[in-house]
């Protein structure tokens, strides 16, 4: 006993609480806790604490074993079933949002066939590196992580580039250096293919949002998203009604050219959450083409609302 005491006081000042020991004669057995260390420091802490345990009187053994707690990195995917709903300027800012509130967020565009977010993260022609054979995500100006299949899929090459390969370009961009991250957000391409099922099978997200239009038709499509969803057992965060209603330029006063609370009545009757409506805005729509995707006062509460959910989860 009096030497695990030793031995802990002799590891202290260099592990802190990092390092748990067993000792069995003269033989030590350490366990140490490098997370958040790269490989390097994980080993300058494994042959520091080495040393000291050598150190101790009455130690003939050090064995060492390094182990991490892997960030549990949550993904948040962003899905329709129509295209051109939103999704990807729901996706930028829902990232921007969950960021404001203190996550350490990623965004991955995984919609092969129309991939937008370079140019909305404003890092347009970005290639991403590779350290250790991973992506290493782009840096944007707004301080998230980029992966896009843009980044990879030559435009003019997307369409071949079905099954398999959209399939291995979609790991790459998941399994790559997010490094702290702990949310990805991931904006989904239209629909119910492969991408979608690679998705929902190898990389299991958190839970799924869904973006729709007011009319009745993108509705439909939506539920289809839903049913992709729940099937594989992924929980349906909620659905967000993009271009609900309109924000006047001018006065800012919101009209309902499409009706109003017919999204937030559908949410009710397919049983999941409504979200929130976004204003069919022109500052959104310009932003957006600037590069410029800014946290809108509309994508907030939606961002609020996915954080209480995740946080719950
Ligand atoms: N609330 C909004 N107000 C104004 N413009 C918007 C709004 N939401 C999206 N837009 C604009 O509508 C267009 C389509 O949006 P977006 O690209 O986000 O849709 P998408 O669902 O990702 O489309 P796709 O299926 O092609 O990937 C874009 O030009 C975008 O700027
Ligand atoms: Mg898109």
């Not at 350490?104 to 909305?120: E, H, M, N, T």
């Not at 009710?268 to 809108?296: C, Q, V």
């Amino acid at each position: 006993m009096t030497q695990e005491v030793t031995l802990n006081a002799a590891l202290e000042p260099i592990a802190g609480q990092r390092a748990t020991i067993r000792i069995d004669g003269d033989r030590a057995s350490i366990i140490l806790d490098v997370t958040g260390l790269d490989a390097a420091g994980g080993d300058a802490l494994e042959a520091a604490v080495r040393a000291a345990a050598s150190a101790v009187p009455g130690i003939a053994t050090v064995r060492i074993a390094q182990t991490a707690q892997r960030t549990t990195r949550r993904i948040i995917a962003v899905a329709s079933g129509k295209g051109g709903v939103g999704k990807s300027t729901v996706s930028a800012n829902l990232a921007l949002g969950l960021q404001a509130l203190g996550r350490k967020v990623g965004l991955v565009d995984a919609d092969i066939y129309g991939p937008s977010q370079p140019k909305l993260m404003g890092v347009e022609g970005s290639r991403p590196q590779a350290t250790d054979k991973l992506l290493d995500p782009v840096p944007t100006p707004h301080g998230i992580g980029l992966l896009s299949m843009g980044q990879l899929v030559p435009a003019d090459q997307a369409i071949a580039w079905r099954g398999p390969m959209a399939a291995g370009a979609l790991t790459q961009l998941i399994v790559a250096n997010w490094g702290d991250a702990d949310t990805l957000v991931v904006d989904m391409p239209p629909g119910t293919g492969d991408i979608q099922l690679t998705m929902v099978q190898k990389h299991k997200p958190a839970g799924a949002v869904i973006v729709s239009t007011p009319q009745d038709l993108s509705l439909i499509d939506a539920k289809r998203a839903i049913d992709l969803f729940r099937k594989a057992g992924v929980p349906i965060i909620g659905l967000i009604e993009n271009m609900a209603g309109y924000a006047c330029p001018h006065c800012g006063e919101l009209s309902d050219p499409f009706g109003k609370g017919g999204a937030e009545t559908a949410a009710g009757e397919l049983g999941i959450p409504f979200l929130g409506r976004i204003p069919l805005d022109i500052a959104i729509r310009t932003a957006s083409d600037a590069g410029n995707a800014a946290e809108a006062g509309a994508f907030r509460e939606v961002a609020v609302r996915v954080d209480a959910w995740m946080r719950a989860a």
